[in-house]
């Protein structure tokens, strides 16, 4: 795709913009939780708060779960093996080069056999990191594809994508479940429910607190994609060649059978939507359009 100069994303400027977009986030997310905290507390007499705090204790527990075995986990579930350094040298090579220029650790290197395109990084921080690529990936990527494809995964563990992901999980958790205890309590009667309230105000709770988890579901979504476009602007700095991620894209948006091994749980650690594309898309898909992602890249 033809890009005229005048029209060129320059990729610190998108990276930071991407940055920004993620705090925005963020401070949405927290800001939605104290709404829901005051909405419950407006419906019942007893503490909202209340709720709350055993509500994060919970995701909390969960969430400390998941960020230290979580890497154990997806790569157990999602079939990986350690490549082999003399079998995959080329590959080990070309991990070692970008996290040297990345300035982090070299990661656990893994292979998944899948005919499918892919590949995805985990790992709760730059030192325990691991990242995997299908078979598929590697037989049909020239060295200019790969090595966006690496650099995009390399990205995701430099930018620490891992641990910003698990706290807008432990988010959403803390949203679903006060959401849950808040609507049970409504139908079994539970607290004092304050009859004198207003009404059009009661209604407006009571329709936040149903609603909720949408919300929730929406802003988390919102943050997994813009992680994505960030990862893609981290990977140009890296290779200095957007071009060969934009390629390496087009080549696995064009291949439709989906990653045997993978599930909604990990679809979102994925370079693109390892599942079928019958799914759901738009605001609630993890991953940004590639045609999107194709075009800032190709725009760079």
Do not use: W
Not at 96 to 119: C, Q
Not at 265 to 289: C, E, Q, R, V, W
């Amino acid at each position: 795709m033809a890009v005229e100069n005048s029209k060129r994303i320059d990729l610190f400027s998108e990276s930071k913009k991407n940055i920004f977009k993620t705090y925005l986030l963020f401070l949405l997310f927290f800001v939605f939780v104290f709404i829901l905290a005051i909405a419950i507390k407006y419906i019942f007499n007893f503490a909202g708060f209340g709720i709350l705090g055993i509500a994060g204790f919970i995701a909390i527990v969960y969430g400390i779960i998941g960020y230290y075995a979580g890497d154990k986990i997806v790569l157990a579930t999602s079939r990986a093996k350690a490549a082999d350094e003399k079998k995959f040298v080329y590959l080990h090579n070309l991990v070692e080069g970008l996290a040297l220029a990345a300035n982090i650790p070299k990661p656990k290197v893994y292979v998944i056999e899948d005919k499918s395109p892919n590949a995805f990084a985990t790992g709760r921080n730059p030192t325990n990191a691991s990242l995997a690529v299908t078979t598929g990936l590697l037989e049909i990527m020239n060295r200019q594809e790969l090595e966006g494809v690496i650099a995009h995964e390399i990205s995701h563990i430099q930018n620490r994508d891992i641990q910003i992901m698990t706290v807008v999980s432990v988010l959403f958790g803390i949203v679903s479940i006060v959401s849950d205890i808040a609507i049970r309590g409504m139908i079994f009667g539970v607290g004092d429910r304050r009859e004198n309230s207003n009404g059009l105000m009661l209604i407006i709770a009571l329709i936040f607190v149903i609603l909720a988890p949408i919300f929730a579901l929406l802003i988390q979504m919102s943050i997994s994609r813009n992680r994505e476009y960030l990862a893609d602007s981290s990977a140009a700095k890296l290779t200095r060649y957007p071009q060969g991620l934009a390629s390496a894209l087009k080549k696995i948006s064009g291949v439709s059978k989906p990653v045997s091994s993978a599930s909604k749980g990990n679809a979102h650690m994925y370079i693109a939507n390892p599942l079928s594309s019958k799914g759901l898309s738009g605001m609630f898909s993890t991953h940004p359009p590639i045609i999107e992602r194709i075009r800032r890249l190709e725009a760079m």
